[in-house]
């Protein structure tokens, strides 16, 4: 089965009396999305391009596990550092198990917001898969509901928006255009100058951090393939002209691609397309 050529997780693996490193960890996207009423999900994201394009044509469940109620906080109904704890001791009870009993599943992703934290998994055995899930959840007493969607349903939600594209993940039309967050990185001086530049093109400021020296704004895009690296090429050489660097949080390789010291890849240098392009997206 295609599956069992990957690790579950993809997290490190170390000899536990030497320290040696068995197996790099994979790559992880962070990324933020907005609910429709405003608030914030956040995703982590496993990024092994192989794995997802096996994932592109097979199921993606989603498990939705409900936490206690002295797990949420008061003020905002989040997850308590003990029930994150309780979470990932789920997680890591699941993926044992799976791994033990060979079933061809992998982790592909988490959502935090709204009072939980849910995982995604890929997987070529549903019912395989959906009886050792129900099991770890009753070990640890945890209501959970399973969900079953495709790659491209979710990929709007757990991908950065370069990945839909690099996979051609045809995403529905009503999801492909959605409001997205940038980040920058560069000195303060200039990163005000780019602040005003990409106003002018119709983002929005949201925040900028003096510790970090990180600028966020957002913008509603495009995030299909040819649509995200029109953006891409719009603001990406904007912020390298201004001695700033895009933090690649939508990107498939990330924040070292874009370093100043490094050449621009070449899939981000050039003017995007323009016309019918830059009159819907571009300034406003």
Known sequence: MTLLQFAVTGEQISNEETGEVIREAEPHSS???YRPDGG???IHTRMNM?????AASLPILLLKITPRANELTPRDALLTPKGSVRNYAFLERLCEDLAAASCPACYIAEQHGEGRRDFYF???DVTGFERIACTAAEALVFPIALEQHSLAE??????PAEAIGDLNLEIAPEARIRPTRFEFWGAEPALKKLCA???KRGYRFLSFEAFSRELRMTKNVPIDGEGFGAVLKEIVPLARSLQCSYCGTETVEGRDQFLLARPLPERYTGASRGGFFSRIFGRS
């Open 40 to 42: 914030e999900l956040f």
């Open 31 to 33: 990324l933020v999305r």
């Open 50 to 54: 192989a794995l997802l394009r096996a």
């Open 122 to 124: 890929t997987t070529e």
């Open 197 to 199: 530049e990409l106003e």
């Open 154 to 159: 979710m990929a709007p939600l757990i991908l």
